[in-house]
């Protein structure tokens, strides 16, 4: 797992480059209550934690809902380790992945990491993994497809070159 947690969300506070993309489908499922306000700097509190665990089994169960199994999804990665943060689309069939490609749709070699773990469930379960054990977790969700969109935070606070994060968007269903 330390692979996959090397490679997922970047430094608390740091903002997206580019706005939330959104799909055309409509959410039947009202969105989890947000979770409580935190003060910047400090390691999640417990309350937190929990908040953050019980988002992201609603929307698990959001998207699990919808049944989406095949799929193409715009994956970028970043830590603080060496890995390259250059996006890739990951295909996914049957909820696998099953192959990486650029941005334009090539082949873009070996389905590997940093990209290869993040089909939408696998990035469920990270962000299950994180709100138990990181300092710091900043999740954010696609408003039609409740899939995560971002997943930035620390692992501890004060030490360097812990810290990680995910983007996935553009998700579209495949049939």
Do not use: K
Request: glycine residues 8%; contains cysteine; charged residues 25%.
């Amino acid at each position: 797992m330390f692979g996959l947690a090397c490679h997922h969300a970047a430094p608390a506070g740091a903002q997206p480059q580019s706005p939330p993309q959104r799909s055309g489908v409509t959410s039947d499922t009202p969105p989890p209550p947000p979770p409580p306000s935190r003060r910047s700097g400090d390691a999640l509190s417990a309350a937190e934690r929990d908040a953050i665990l019980a988002e992201a089994r609603a929307r698990r169960a959001a998207w699990r809902a919808r049944a989406i199994m095949d799929y193409r999804i715009r994956v970028a990665v970043g830590c603080f380790c060496p890995w390259p943060s250059t996006p890739r689309v990951l295909e996914v069939h049957g909820g696998r992945a099953v192959a990486l490609l650029d941005t334009a749709g090539r082949a873009a070699g070996p389905l590997i990491e940093p990209w290869a773990p993040n089909t939408v469930e696998g990035m469920f379960d990270f962000i299950e993994q994180a709100a138990r054990s990181a300092d710091i977790l900043v999740v954010r969700y696609d408003r039609s497809l409740d899939y995560p969109t971002e997943i930035r935070g620390d692992h501890r606070l004060g030490l360097p070159d812990d810290w990680f994060w995910t983007t996935a968007t553009g998700l579209t269903p495949r049939r």
